[in-house]
């Protein structure tokens, strides 16, 4: 993570996150699971960061949506299996 991000307010935090997950989903696109699981992981890091009821009303990023996420960085990775136990775990 970036040096100063620890000290971020929510709001930069949840943009950070939202950009760590969308850099993910590109990745998944292009069908690089292992980068496109390590910036899951981080976006994950990031939203775990902040309050329980916390939503970013531009970016939608919270803890809650990182399950969705997960599901659609599998789909996107055309990993079916993946995707249905993303999907039930959320």
């Known amino acids: 993570m970036t040096p100063l991000l620890p000290d971020?307010?929510?709001d930069i935090l949840a943009i950070t996150g939202a950009l760590r997950f969308e850099a993910g989903y590109t990745a998944a696109r292009r069908?690089?699971?292992g980068?496109?699981?390590r910036h899951w992981?981080?976006?994950r890091?990031?939203?775990d960061q902040l309050?329980?009821?916390?939503?970013h009303p531009v970016t939608s990023f919270s803890r809650a949506v990182m399950g969705a996420h997960a599901v659609t960085v599998?789909?996107?990775l055309h990993a079916g299996g993946e995707s249905v136990r993303?999907?039930?775990a959320v």
């Open 8 to 10: 971020a307010s929510d």
């Open 31 to 33: 069908g690089d699971s």
């Open 35 to 37: 980068t496109a699981w």
């Open 41 to 43: 992981d981080t976006a």
């Open 45 to 47: 890091a990031m939203a």
């Open 51 to 55: 309050p329980a009821d916390y939503y």
């Open 74 to 76: 599998a789909v996107e």
């Open 86 to 88: 993303q999907a039930a």
